[in-house]
């Protein structure tokens, strides 16, 4: 089971998609994620199933907030497989794949649909004293398969590798209640196109290869964590570091600077072996993003591997 203090794990393979449509952590909806204080023990596995839908029709083109007859509603449709593993108690290992699909409800644009990008990431619980505890995780994401990252926002993903670090502060009451604070550095790879040259920052540029920002996130989460419930209110950040803007009546690119504000609730309810989670969001504010509305549903599996003694 969980360690006697740590109970949580959800949100995550969706930071990897951080497209237009802002589906920002992506994507670990299982028990643990990488901007939490849950931990597996030793020698324990969590394995989730998670569907998840985004949707949006308004979004901001740069700063000014409008709709486009020519795409109506966005939907993003995502099926993942994470995982959580217990290296230690205070070590664990995350990791997800999702399959991703797109598409508009007017316009001529086809949908995309594919597996996007692998994530995993290691965290490390780096103090822990009466209820406060520092942790630390390093993660990463690399594409999986060879789909088109210059069609947004039909594309399924930025093609990028990542490479995070993220700090986690966390204090548990012995009621229950706890109090999160997240940050984390992205740092993201330039990725190839089918094209000669783009237009960035009002430039031409002569090449194939797209300089795609780094971005930074955080939050906090204010909730409740006993027995077999965990319920949670959060506020999320995502900034790009640096980037161009949409320009007026024109699509969205991998080189745009994406900010966006996300409020949301999550619960989990895992009694024994099987457990279920589910987490909304929605973007309040932004720039060069879906105003999206995110619904995620997932099926959680604990078990622990007996090593068998000789």
Partial sequence: ??????????????????????????????????????????????????????????????????????????????????????????????????????????????????????????????????GLSLHGTLGGSIPVSNYVPDFLPMSIGLHSATASARLVFNYLHKSGIYFTAHGAYTARSNVRTDRDSYQANDKIYNSDELAIPNATDGGINIGYLKNSLQATLFLERFDCVGGDHIRRNDAPYPTNDMEATNIGAYVKFQPGHFGVNARYAYTTSGRNVGQTTSLMAGILYQFSIKKSSN
């Fill in 1 to 130: 089971m969980f360690s006697m203090n740590l109970k949580y794990f959800m949100t995550r393979i969706f930071a990897a998609v951080l497209l237009f449509r802002v589906l920002l952590f992506p994507a670990f909806l299982s028990a643990q994620q990488p901007n939490d204080a849950i931990y597996m023990d030793k020698n324990a596995i969590c394995i989730v199933a998670a569907y998840g839908h985004n949707s949006w029709d308004t979004y901001w083109e740069n700063t000014l907030k409008r709709q486009n007859l020519n795409i109506g509603t966005n939907t993003t449709q995502s099926f993942a497989l994470m995982a959580a593993a217990g290296i230690t108690d205070k070590l664990n290992l995350l990791v997800g794949l999702p399959y991703v699909s797109t598409r508009n409800s007017a316009g001529n644009l086809l949908g995309q649909k594919g597996l996007q990008d692998f994530s995993a990431a290691l965290k490390y619980k780096l103090f822990n004293n009466e």
